[in-house]
């Protein structure tokens, strides 16, 4: 079944769901600045999610990976600006009270409304301009495109993207048991039987730039589809995506007291329920893998002060989590990361960032080629015109592959260059 | 016993200790650059060592890694400006060669002599100039200095030390077993005798600068000492020594192929010999703490591009190594580093780095001061001058102390600001 983009899609491109965004004072104030947000679902949702693994949870993190549980959610509120971390007893009060009114707008219970935030750490959120302006959020079926703004810090472009899955033709499924008895009696039978028609959407917004790193590598990602899906189904499809797309991201090597990734689904589409076995199950992970690793990519260029996209490819790793290890610990290296910025092939800073990552290595064994020039064959330094690699370096993209030759372990990893930039973004981040 | 350091002093201030260096051509040509050098002992030495823990080791450390363990070391060689790391079987009969060369030189075995390189990965030793200038060196008493210059990289000053422990009067040492079972039949008789006179040096070169963090957190690091010290004590003493000092310093958090401390022990001071159960064996763990602290926050201070050094002290925790993990990931936080040298007061940081370390923590116990200024108490956010907080940073030292009463575990680590500087340096090493 073709996956397919939608030109100017958002998380507003699957049915049912509307967003709306407005100012309301936490970020600086600017041309177009928008830093407070509300996602909503016509229908009742289904929901999986997922939370930072920093043991200091911001108060929003508190709050939603509670609400999640009891099901039947309706919105997500959230504000950029403000990360409402390490605010005490006030900012888990400050959380409940915007979602409280934002349930009351929609006549819909506290539980039913999740919340996220992003942004300095420590300071309280400034709840009577809040107060003030949530009433002002129009809500709208083309305001996905608003929301992704609104979730922004030091990003520098909005991170958003819809995919659809259709079948202009209804796809063949197999048959169920009692069909296949039958079909097995009648030699000429069909083993396969017409499915219900199928189209429904997947789509999602990211906020990335900085404390970027894998576990979870992401502030805040927020997903959405229209397709009926089972819950235990959609916390295991989202747990995969992850793993393989935003979880392989590093911008600095710190990992965020907020980071949020959310999926709601509102079965609007009104397909068949997909569940593990179902015949949709595969293109449904694909179309959300295709939009984390979408999202996943677009973090990793847009990483602060990045100049460029890091792509490590480790494959003959001893098994997969070797292989995530190496290709996130190569993304992640100061080193790697300042000599990238410099077109400097300084290859061995790649080689001893695997060799710390924890992954199984045998140096004899190492291939390694930097955007396709071999420098690196079983273990033995390949001579090199410096020039010329330092040139194609220079490239939007740079390519680290390497083979391990161990086993079948294999995984990518995304990061960014180490510009100066990144230090002076950081460096005056609240003063 | 007082330990005292001493002006102008090097690895060649203990008794019995030689060092001279050259200039091979193997860095950049430029005033009084000297990139060769060897330490020796008139006498043959015990010797401890670590290496590094990264999977990928040097040619140096593969063979060091071997020879430590046959004793009677008489001799290191290093260079500088080139790690002989990833040059695969010519690395190793390179570093083969040279100390071969050395050993021959001296009358001793291959084996009586050590190697460490430090420099770009990937690149063979230029052999030619090396055979050629290494009979250049001259051994000398004061060749101490130039032996810490020789180890330099993009260090911006030579890191030595030398510490003595004098005793005008002899100690008074507990009786032996049989002198203390005398001194139970006479109910008046002494408990402690005379000790032998002692007076030892212990002291310590190291090279510092990127590629910096724990495990092992130094580049290069030469300890000598003329003291009498088993073998097995000698062991015990360093790593207990690295393991406060060099162990807790972090500049990038990339850890290097090279990693190596030597500690040589050549026993001409003739002091009773020192085991664990000595009298001796305080004063001689404090004397080898110094040295090792001392050069530790040197690395710090002058870690790549760093203008300021960071010390995070961290007590209250659940044990000594959660104490470790959280200061250790708080001094090498990008984000706390950047911060830092912004003289931004952005504590949030702090606490998010210290709740992704790995330490057990309760956010509500929380107690967090930088610079003496109470930011955090008992995880709730205290209100704060940030004109006066962000004055008192711009400090040669930047001190972050936490608590987080919950056991008696503390630890202490040092790292460095991240400056556009460190980018800078780091994006043309090669090119």
């Given at each position: 079944?073709?996956?397919?983009?939608?030109?100017?899609?958002?998380?507003?491109?699957?049915?049912?769901?509307?967003?709306?965004?407005?100012?309301?004072?936490?970020?600086?104030?600017?041309?177009?600045?928008?830093?407070?947000?509300?996602?909503?679902?016509?229908?009742?949702?289904?929901?999986?999610?997922?939370?930072?693994?920093?043991?200091?949870?911001?108060?929003?993190?508190?709050?939603?990976?509670e609400?999640v549980?009891?099901?039947?959610?309706?919105?997500?509120?959230?504000?950029?600006?403000?990360?409402?971390a390490?605010?005490?007893?006030?900012?888990?009060?400050?959380?409940?009270?915007?979602?409280?009114?934002?349930?009351?707008?929609?006549?819909?219970?506290?539980?039913?409304?999740?919340?996220?935030?992003?942004?300095?750490?420590g300071?309280?959120?400034?709840?009577?301009?809040?107060?003030?302006?949530?009433?002002?959020?129009?809500?709208?079926?083309?305001?996905?495109?608003?929301?992704?703004?609104?979730?922004?810090?030091?990003?520098?472009?909005?991170?958003?993207?819809?995919?659809?899955v259709?079948?202009?033709?209804s796809?063949?499924?197999?048959?169920?048991?009692?069909?296949?008895?039958?079909?097995?009696?009648?030699?000429?039978?069909?083993?396969?039987?017409?499915?219900?028609?199928?189209?429904?959407?997947?789509?999602?917004?990211?906020k990335?730039?900085?404390?970027?790193?894998?576990?979870?590598?992401?502030?805040?990602?927020?997903?959405?589809?229209?397709a009926?899906?089972?819950?235990?189904?959609?916390?295991?499809?989202?747990?995969?995506?992850?793993?393989?797309?935003?979880?392989?991201?590093?911008?600095?090597?710190?990992?965020?007291?907020?980071?949020?990734?959310?999926?709601?689904?509102?079965?609007?589409?009104?397909?068949?329920?997909?569940?593990?076995?179902?015949?949709?199950?595969?293109?449904?992970?694909?179309?959300?893998?295709?939009?984390?690793?979408?999202?996943?990519?677009?973090?990793?260029?847009?990483?602060?002060?990045?100049?460029?996209?890091?792509?490590?490819?480790?494959?003959?790793?001893?098994?997969?989590?070797?292989?995530?290890?190496?290709?996130?610990?190569i993304?992640?290296?100061?080193?790697?990361?300042a000599?990238v910025?410099?077109?400097?092939?300084?290859?061995?800073?790649?080689?001893?960032?695997?060799?710390?990552?924890?992954?199984?290595?045998?140096?004899?064994?190492?291939?390694?080629?930097?955007?396709?020039?071999?420098?690196?064959?079983?273990?033995?330094?390949?001579?090199?015109?410096?020039?010329?690699?330092?040139?194609?370096?220079?490239?939007?993209?740079?390519?680290?592959?390497?083979?391990?030759?161990?086993?079948?372990?294999?995984?990518?990893?995304?990061?960014?260059?180490?510009?100066?930039?990144?230090?002076?973004?950081?460096?005056?981040?609240?003063t």
């Amino acid at each position: 079944m073709p996956i397919e983009e939608l030109t100017g899609g958002s998380i507003t491109s699957p049915q049912g769901f509307l967003a709306g965004a407005t100012y309301a004072g936490i970020k600086k104030p600017g041309d177009g600045v928008l830093d407070l947000a509300i996602l909503t679902s016509e229908a009742p949702c289904h929901a999986a999610a997922l939370f930072t693994t920093n043991k200091i949870k911001a108060a929003p993190v508190l709050l939603s990976r509670e609400r999640v549980k009891s099901g039947g959610t309706l919105a997500v509120v959230v504000n950029s600006g403000c990360a409402n971390a390490c605010t005490g007893r006030q900012g888990l009060k400050d959380a409940r009270e915007i979602t409280g009114a934002v349930a009351e707008g929609m006549c819909a219970r506290p539980e039913q409304v999740l919340a996220a935030s992003t942004g300095v750490i420590g300071v309280p959120l400034p709840m009577e301009r809040i107060r003030q302006d949530l009433g002002m959020i129009v809500l709208a079926a083309d305001g996905g495109h608003g929301f992704a703004r609104a979730i922004m810090t030091t990003d520098t472009r909005p991170k958003e993207i819809a995919v659809s899955v259709r079948a202009e033709e209804s796809p063949l499924v197999p048959l169920s048991q009692r069909g296949r008895r039958i079909a097995e009696e009648s030699p000429l039978g069909p083993l396969f039987e017409r499915g219900k028609r199928v189209s429904f959407t997947v789509a999602g917004a990211a906020k990335g730039s900085g404390m970027i790193h894998p576990d979870l590598a992401t502030m805040l990602c927020f997903l959405t589809t229209d397709a009926v899906v089972r819950p235990d189904f959609l916390h295991r499809a989202l747990t995969k995506a992850v793993g393989n797309s935003l979880n392989m991201v590093s911008v600095d090597g710190d990992s965020s007291t907020n980071d949020s990734v959310f999926l709601l689904a509102n079965g609007m589409a009104g397909n068949e329920e997909i569940g593990p076995r179902s015949p949709l199950a595969g293109v449904f992970q694909e179309a959300l893998d295709r939009v984390c690793i979408y999202l996943a990519k677009s973090i990793a260029r847009d990483g602060e002060g990045a100049t460029r996209r890091i792509e490590v490819q480790v494959k003959g790793a001893r098994n997969t989590g070797d292989a995530r290890k190496a290709a996130r610990c190569i993304a992640g290296s100061s080193l790697v990361k300042a000599a990238v910025h410099g077109n400097d092939p300084n290859w061995g800073r790649i080689v001893a960032a695997l060799g710390r990552s924890g992954a199984e290595v045998r140096e004899s064994r190492i291939d390694l080629r930097l955007n396709g020039f071999a420098l690196m064959k079983k273990g033995e330094p390949q001579p090199f015109d410096e020039q010329e690699v330092s040139q194609k370096m220079a490239a939007e993209q740079v390519d680290i592959a390497l083979d391990l030759h161990l086993g079948r372990g294999q995984a990518t990893a995304w990061g960014c260059d180490l510009s100066e930039e990144y230090v002076t973004i950081n460096s005056v981040y609240t003063t």
